[in-house]
């Protein structure tokens, strides 16, 4: 079993900053894939970036391209997706999830993830 526990949600103005951080309680570098997904009311949760641990290898949603950075610690067991250029259209609540699998890259389905963290709001004002 993997807790993993997420930080960093707060409020920003529209082009600022906030780095959100997703901390696994064991197996890290066990994990295929680690995502961060993000959900509205009434919209599907969508994944905004995902990351293969070992590999390295990143994946991002259009609308964050340029803008947001997923990054892993493995010493840490922790992986941090800094967000930049924050516009108010980012507002939601961010999900952690991770995965045992990264076979053919990591997924966009929600359903494809078997560990999920509590979620933490970003509220961005204009």
């Known amino acids: 079993q993997v807790q993993l526990m997420e930080s960093g949600g707060d409020s920003a103005q529209a082009g600022g900053s906030l780095r959100l951080s997703c901390t696994a309680s064991?197996?890290?570098?066990?994990?295929?894939?680690l995502a961060w997904f993000r959900q509205v009311p009434g919209k599907e949760r969508e994944a905004v970036a995902t990351?293969?641990?070992?590999?390295?290898?990143?994946y991002y949603h259009n609308s964050v391209k340029g803008r947001f950075t997923l990054s892993r610690d493995k010493a840490k067991s922790t992986a941090y997706l800094q967000m930049n250029s924050l516009t108010p259209e980012d507002t939601a609540i961010y999900y952690c999830?991770?995965?045992?699998?990264?076979?053919?890259?990591?997924?966009?389905?929600?359903?494809?993830?078997?560990?999920w963290g509590q979620g933490t709001q970003v509220t961005v004002s204009s």
């Open positions: 990351i293969i641990i070992l590999a390295n290898t990143r």
């Open positions: 999830a991770a995965a045992w699998s990264a076979r053919g890259g990591c997924s966009v389905d929600p359903d494809d993830y078997n560990y």
């Open positions: 064991q197996y890290f570098e066990n994990l295929g894939c």
